[in-house]
Nanobody, 115 residues
Framework: QVRLVESGGGLVQAGGSLRLSCAAS????????MGWYRQAPGKQRELVAT???????NYADSVQGRFTISRDNAKNSVYLQMNSLKPEDTAVYYC?????????WGQGTQVTVSS
C-alpha cells in the first residue's frame, strides 16, 4: 500500500499563487507516475498534471503555462506550483500515484480562488 498526504491548499485571490505538496509513504518503491487531479463542486474529477518516474510531464490545457509539476524521488514527494490562479481553479486537489497494478489517492486539499 501507498499512503499520500497533501498539504498547501488554502484561500488566495485571483492572480495569486499556491504550492501544493504531496508526500508518499509505504511501498513507495513501487510508484511510477505521480500527479494531481482536481474536482470542483458538481463536476467530475479531472486531470491537472502528471509526472513520470523519468520526469516527463503532462498538463491539462486549462493549466498549461500557469502550473508546474515537479517531484523529488529522494523524498517520495510531488509538488504543484500554481501561479496566476483563477476562480475557475477552485476545487479539491487530489494527489495521485500509480504502481504496476494500483492507483492511489490522497484525501484532498481545498484550493479556493476568490475574484
Amino acid at each position: 500500500q501507498v499512503r499520500l498526504v497533501e498539504s498547501g491548499g488554502g484561500l488566495v485571490q485571483a492572480g495569486g499563487s499556491l504550492r501544493l505538496s504531496c508526500a508518499a509513504s509505504g511501498r513507495t518503491f513501487s510508484i511510477d507516475a505521480m500527479g494531481w487531479y482536481r474536482q470542483a463542486p458538481g463536476k467530475q474529477r479531472e486531470l491537472v498534471a502528471t509526472i513520470s518516474g523519468g520526469g516527463s510531464t503532462n498538463y491539462a490545457d486549462s493549466v498549461q503555462g500557469r502550473f508546474t509539476i515537479s517531484r523529488d524521488n529522494a523524498k517520495n514527494s510531488v509538488y504543484l506550483q500554481m501561479n496566476s490562479l483563477k476562480p475557475e481553479d477552485t476545487a479539491v486537489y487530489y494527489c495521485w500515484s500509480r504502481s504496476t497494478y494500483y492507483h492511489y489517492w490522497g484525501q484532498g486539499t481545498q484550493v479556493t480562488v476568490s475574484s
